[in-house]
């Protein structure tokens, strides 16, 4: 993942998620180590179409939902997979089997937040660091990929066992399978729901 996209996770992780919409590029850019031009990058879009105002030293989140449509449509989910492959478990199953560094994404970040799953999925999308302590748990066959393992950056772990409430949107915005829909509809409920 791009840091400007570590960046509008963070932002978008404190105004849907803890209810801050006041920030400096100062803080952001110590939270993560990187430099205030990469902050002033990440803001430049969002500037640009009304959802981030700035005044002096300081900027507000002022409209989430257009920074969250506007990752969805840039995130790039594909440039992230590090290894797909079919194993013959049921979901509940792989997701059970996996260790306790990684982080789930997708589908099974959703059931979690939602507490209910939309629909009934069969793949599972994790994040981590390491592939082969994953791939280690299972055998694998031939077929449709049902595990995708995708790269976690560094800050990805500081959010818990699932990916943020605006990443697993935005994850979900880009994923093909016909159910994806349903969750993201659900997820953006949940969103409205706490924004408002």
Same mark, same amino acid.
């Given at each position: ?20 919409? !006041?920030?400096?590029?100062? $803080?952001? /850019? ?15 879009? @969002? ?10 030293? !300081?900027?507000? =989140?002022? $409209? @989430? ?14 440039? $992230? ?13 792989? *997701?059970?089997?996996? @260790? ?11 059931? !979690?937040?939602?507490?209910?799953? @939309?629909?009934?999925? $069969? ?5 981590? &660091? ?13 077929? !449709?990929?049902?595990?995708?393992? =995708?790269? /976690? ?12 409430? /605006? ?9 093909? *399978?016909?159910?994806? &829909? *349903?969750?993201?509809?659900?997820? &953006?409920? &949940?969103?409205?729901?706490? =924004?408002?």
């Amino acid at each position: 993942m791009k840091k400007i996209e570590i960046i509008w996770r963070e932002l978008l992780f404190e105004v849907i998620e803890k209810g801050n919409r !006041n920030f400096t590029q100062k $803080d952001i /850019a110590a939270k993560f180590g990187f430099s205030t031009s990469t902050v002033f990058q990440a803001l430049k879009t @969002p500037r640009k179409m009304g959802a981030v105002r700035v005044s002096g030293r !300081n900027f507000t =989140l002022e $409209d @989430p939902e257009k920074l969250l449509y506007h990752w969805a449509s840039v995130r790039d989910i594909e440039k $992230d997979v590090i290894f797909k492959g079919r194993v013959d478990s049921s979901i509940f199953e792989v *997701e059970g089997a996996m @260790p306790p560094e990684i982080v789930f994404g997708g589908y099974t970040a959703a059931r !979690n937040i939602l507490e209910v799953s @939309p629909a009934d999925y $069969d793949k599972v999308f994790v994040y981590t &660091k390491e592939v082969s302590g994953i791939k280690d748990r299972f055998n694998f066959t031939k077929g !449709n990929p049902n595990l995708f393992i =995708l790269k /976690a950056d560094e800050f990805i772990e500081k959010y818990g066992q699932v990916t943020t409430l /605006a990443q697993t949107f935005v994850d979900l915005w880009n994923m093909s *399978e016909w159910y994806a &829909k *349903e969750f993201s509809r659900s997820l &953006k409920e &949940k969103i409205d729901g706490l =924004l408002s």
